[in-house]
């Protein structure tokens, strides 16, 4: 029964869990909780992903009614392999968080804070389930107004973190109604919300410019979470003011979050020949995403903040990711795909070595990093390879990503964009390389007692290290998954009941 | 005769508008939206007699007593400048300041 | 107006206003529900939210700096886009408009014989589209925890004494 | 000497009647425009009312800030509970249609329940809002920043 | 210009409401005051309402509550939508003033130019001190 049920309890269990830890007495209480249910989802999503393998697409229909009438979660290879990312990423930040939420986070305020943390989880993972446009921005609201509350909660430590809270607040709020308008505007058009519904009514109709219009709000209303490159503002304060298990958690998957909707817009809803051949929107994905590379790794060179490097580097990454997607060939998207996973695995592990510096020394800035490599030997080499990863250096998985990305701009013809790939890597190795210089080379302040992080936070740093490490070196099984994803985001109308078929 | 009743209730809806806009004194603003809503109200009851479906009057029911509410919060604002206070007390300073020019 | 007034005082009572006419259009577009709605969380408890946070805050407002050349840019372009889109959509009340015989009858069809109760909005609400509800309810849930956990200790004396420096 | 002796009164006597209100508007929500959010907000500013006027610190006494947020916390729970029920009686999640011998009294008792836990939620949480709010008015606020 | 002329009633509520709409995105954009913003946040988001409202309703339709005198129904989905959207709406406006309370305890103002003067202060000072 758990079986049949799994696509529904994979969101709901860790929902359910959210109100149960307001009636934790002890944050102890609240923590075994939130792990169990992380740790369901993370086993949950993996049987979902060979299910979805097996079956095509898996179907829950909520309530009972059907798909377009009632609200249906609607699983393919494409959603449950950014479940997998999702539940993957907060596992690790829930094992993570054991140690390093005390420090930051006040011991009354605990029990409510894994409610938000539970409730930002489900909430990804609603949105990456969903089959039913406006439920996603349901879940898309749940998750983002959990975030802001946990952006804000960084404020213990550094007020800037109310405001990015509030900044992050306006954006995401006009993104979600430009998301609502959009919606507004093609259901006036079609009629449903069902996105599979919607995509079978959409492919007659074209040149109609409510379509045009819906469908530019609801791009610009995702690309403002997503943070692409004009509409990045909120992220460096937001990233760099939350605590660290936030910023891990929100590195590690919103984005990516985001970035699945985005890709279920342009290929399901709207099926590929309206964004890429009546709008041919790779034109203009391709500048936005080379100027992201560029200007976000320029302005992360001059950062003395690590977090505040990190966080504009995630933004030079989404510029990547757009590249993928403007090549508009089953390449490059699966290359965003490869792409999507790989850097969730080291973004979040780079972020969790972060926060292992800043519960020893208090402190991210690079200074803050001068001779660390001597006296946190072990979160340091995660550290490096972690930002090797990013640079792209072989034997890492961030090599893999930039390899399928280079291919597919080669398998376009587009030479000065493969270069142009490789050159951003360049500049992620002056960035990565000053940290790293200062942790190794520049001797440690001197009455400075900094010792090793506990072993409960090495532990889930490390098994995202390895895994970033045996990934790379084995880079099929990603490659075939991420394949198989992008084939499903592909064929829009694949396993649709006949009543609902074009 | 329902539409006529419509269009004074709109247009004293109006004027009450004018006073909002104009008003010099807090007073006269809280009076204006006070009486807005009371149109409001009326708008309502009379319009859901105009198209046939008189059980809507719950909503002008609703109306009246969140109006009455959102008054007293108002004025209480007015008054005491914060909302905690209980009303058994005297008001902070017993006068409204006077409006500046805005 | 509301965009004028540099004491937010009248624009708390203004926005008050506005909610409730608007409510009142929602009644006589066939809204009542959203316009219960409306009345209730846009008049009463927005009203009182707003006025807390400014006896709080304070309420005179600084007057605008900057150039307006941005947000009026911003404007006109969403302006445009808007108009441009909405010049395809069906003519109000148009009853042949793709919304409304695309899955309607079924909804107000099956209100009767699958449900039986006489809202076709709860219905819909609680029923068709109860996911969407729990959702909602959610959201509600989230923002109170938040509010909680952001407002629920007294007024943070260590904030005020350090201004925020890192510990 | 008391006063505002009116307005007490007044209150006094508003507030029975909006709570009455409130209860009539979520189980007449079927029937008529309304429904658990609707009435969870009335039932939550009949409270706001009495903590207006008679002071936080006796809204506090008859409303307390932590059974509040339990409350809170138990309506979304039983939402989500009547959607395991739908699970647990062999349908899909929120599946009503079982929860009685009849599909159609199914739906009401499924119905009812989910419009209670919505109502319990929002009121609870509106007044949690209203107390957090509230309990901050430590500051004078000047005649000059008005 | 007949044609244009009932064209322009046709959609004169979509209208309106853009209108409405770009009034509160202005606000958010050009206000320094982060309650102001809030009010304009509110306010686009309402103006967003009414364009669903207007999508819904049927000419000569009522209310969609079945009484069995009535017939033509408006369109009740974008009434449920719009119902979660309130929702969302005053969630987002509760944490967004609880926010702009704490950012008025720490930063003893809400005007964004002074916060934005305050912060570059801050680095500067930190600059300093490395």
């Known amino acids: ?502 | 005769m329902l539409a006529a009743g419509v269009i004074s209730v709109l247009g004293a809806m109006v004027l009450a508008l004018v006073r909002l806009f104009l008003g010099p004194s807090t007073y006269d603003r809280v009076l204006a939206v006070n009486m807005f809503g009371t149109k409001v109200i009326l708008l309502i009851a009379i319009f859901g007699f105009l198209t046939g479906r008189p059980d809507f009057l719950d909503i002008a029911l609703a109306y009246a007593m969140i109006n009455f509410i959102s008054t007293i919060a108002i004025l209480k604002f007015a008054g005491y400048y914060k909302i905690t206070e209980p009303m058994t007390r005297p008001p902070a300073s017993s006068t409204i300041p006077a409006r500046r020019p805005g | 107006m509301i965009i004028r007034i540099q004491n937010l005082f009248p624009v708390v009572m203004l926005s008050g206003a506005f909610s409730l006419l608007s409510a009142a259009l929602f009644v006589s577009m066939d809204a009542v529900d959203v316009a219960f709605t409306e009345a209730a969380v846009g008049a009463g408890i927005a009203t009182v939210l707003y006025l807390s946070a400014i006896s709080l805050t304070g309420a005179i407002e600084k007057p605008p700096s900057g150039s307006r050349a941005i947000p009026l840019l911003v404007m006109t372009g969403l302006a445009a886009m808007l108009l441009y889109g909405t010049a395809d959509m069906p003519a109000y009340g148009d009853a042949n408009a793709p919304a409304h015989i695309h899955l309607m009858p079924e909804y107000i069809t099956g209100t009767r014989t699958q449900i039986g109760i006489p809202n076709i909005v709860s219905s819909i609400l609680a029923s068709y589209r109860g996911f969407d509800t729990l959702g909602e309810t959610g959201v509600i849930f989230t923002a109170g925890a938040g509010v909680l956990l952001l407002l629920r200790r007294g007024r943070p004396r260590r904030e005020l004494a350090n201004q925020g420096g890192n510990e | 000497m008391k006063h505002h002796l009116i307005l007490l009164m007044a209150a006094k006597l508003m507030i029975p009647p909006i709570l009455l209100f409130a209860l009539y508007v979520q189980f007449h929500g079927d029937y008529g425009p309304g429904g658990g959010f609707q009435a969870g907000v009335i039932f939550a500013s009949a409270f706001i009312l009495y903590g207006l006027v008679f002071g936080l610190d006796e809204l506090r006494r008859v409303a307390p800030l932590s059974a509040v947020t339990k409350l809170m916390a138990a309506g979304w729970g039983l939402y989500i509970g009547v959607g395991y029920a739908g699970v647990a009686t062999g349908g899909m999640f929120l599946d009503y249609g079982r929860l009685s011998s009849d599909p159609i009294a199914g739906q009401h008792t499924g119905i009812f329940l989910v419009e209670l836990g919505v109502g319990m939620a929002v009121a609870s949480t509106m007044l949690a809002i209203y107390q957090c709010f509230a309990a901050h008015q430590s500051r004078e606020l000047t005649d000059d920043e008005w | 210009m007949v044609n244009a002329f009932t064209s322009s009633i046709g959609h004169f509520n979509y209208w309106a409401s853009v209108l409405l709409m770009t009034s509160g995105i202005y606000i958010v954009l050009s206000r320094g005051n982060l309650i102001k913003k809030i009010i304009g946040l509110n306010l686009f988001q309402v103006s967003v309402f009414m364009l669903f409202i207007s999508m819904g309703k049927v000419t000569g339709g009522t209310a969609p509550i079945l009484t069995g005198r009535h017939e033509i129904f408006s369109n009740p989905l974008p009434h449920v939508l719009i119902l979660t959207a309130i929702v969302v709406g005053v969630a987002t406006t509760a944490i967004g003033l609880a926010l702009v309370v704490r950012i008025k305890y720490a930063y003893g103002t809400i005007e964004e130019d002074e916060i934005l003067a305050l912060d570059l202060a801050r680095e500067q000072m930190d600059a300093r001190a490395q």
């Open chain 1, 1 to 502: 029964m758990i079986r049949q049920h799994l696509a529904i309890l994979q969101v709901m269990l860790p929902m359910l869990c959210a109100p149960l830890c307001v009636f934790a007495r002890r944050p102890v209480i609240a923590w075994l909780i939130a792990t169990a249910a992380t740790l369901f989802a993370l086993a949950g999503s993996f049987i979902l992903f060979a299910q979805a393998l097996n079956a095509g697409v898996i179907s829950y229909h909520l309530g009972g009614w059907a798909p377009p009438w009632g609200i249906e979660f609607r699983l393919d290879a494409a959603n449950s392999f950014v479940l997998i990312i999702v539940s993957l990423v907060g596992a690790v930040c829930m094992i993570y968080g054991r140690d390093s939420i005390p420090r930051e986070i006040k011991s009354s305020d605990q029990p409510l804070f894994y409610t938000m943390m539970m409730l930002c989880f489900s909430g990804m993972l609603g949105v990456t389930s969903t089959g039913d446009a406006f439920n996603l921005f349901v879940f898309l609201e749940i998750f983002s107004l959990s975030s802001y509350v946990l952006v804000a909660m960084g404020a213990g430590s550094d007020r800037r973190a109310l405001t990015a809270a509030f900044t992050y607040l306006l954006l995401g709020t006009i993104g979600a109604t430009f998301f609502v308008i959009g919606l507004g505007f093609i259901y006036v058009l079609t009629g449903t919300l069902n996105m599979a519904d919607i995509a079978v009514r959409i492919a007659g109709m074209s040149g109609s410019g409510t379509l045009h219009v819906g469908f530019a709000f609801i791009i610009v209303g995702i690309g403002l979470k997503l943070a692409i490159f004009p509409l990045h503002l909120w992220l460096p304060n937001a990233y760099t003011h939350a605590p660290s298990v936030v910023t891990a958690l929100l590195a590690g998957t919103s984005t990516k979050v985001a970035l699945y909707a985005l890709l279920r817009m342009l290929y399901t809803v709207f099926s590929p020949d309206l964004p890429f051949e009546a709008l041919i929107l790779h034109y203009l994905f391709l500048p936005l995403g080379l100027t992201a590379v560029f200007v976000a790794s320029i302005i992360a060179l001059f950062q003395s903040d690590v977090k505040r490097l990190l966080a504009w580097s995630s933004i030079a990454q989404s510029g990547y990711f757009l590249l993928g997607v403007s090549f508009a060939n089953i390449g490059g998207l699966t290359a965003t795909l490869v792409h999507m996973f790989n850097h969730a695995i080291m973004k979040s592990s780079l972020f969790l070595a972060v926060g292992c510096v800043v519960y020893r020394t208090g402190s991210c800035s690079v200074a803050s990093f001068r001779g660390l490599g001597q006296k946190m030997p072990w979160t340091m080499s995660a550290f490096v390879i972690g930002g090797l990863s990013m640079i792209g250096v072989p034997a890492t998985v961030g090599f893999v990503s930039k390899w399928y990305l280079v291919l597919a701009a080669l398998e376009r013809g587009w030479w000065p964009v493969a270069f142009a790939i490789v050159a951003g890597s360049l500049l992620a190795l002056f960035y990565f390389g000053r940290v790293i210089e200062a942790a190794y080379l520049q001797p440690s302040p001197e009455n400075s007692a900094v010792t090793e992080a506990p072993v409960s936070m090495l532990a889930p740093l490390w098994a995202l290290t390895i895994s970033c490490l045996a990934l790379g070196i084995n880079s099929e099984l990603t490659v075939s998954t991420a394949r198989a994803a992008a084939e499903a985001l592909l064929a829009p109308h694949a396993g649709l009941p006949a009543h609902m078929g074009p």
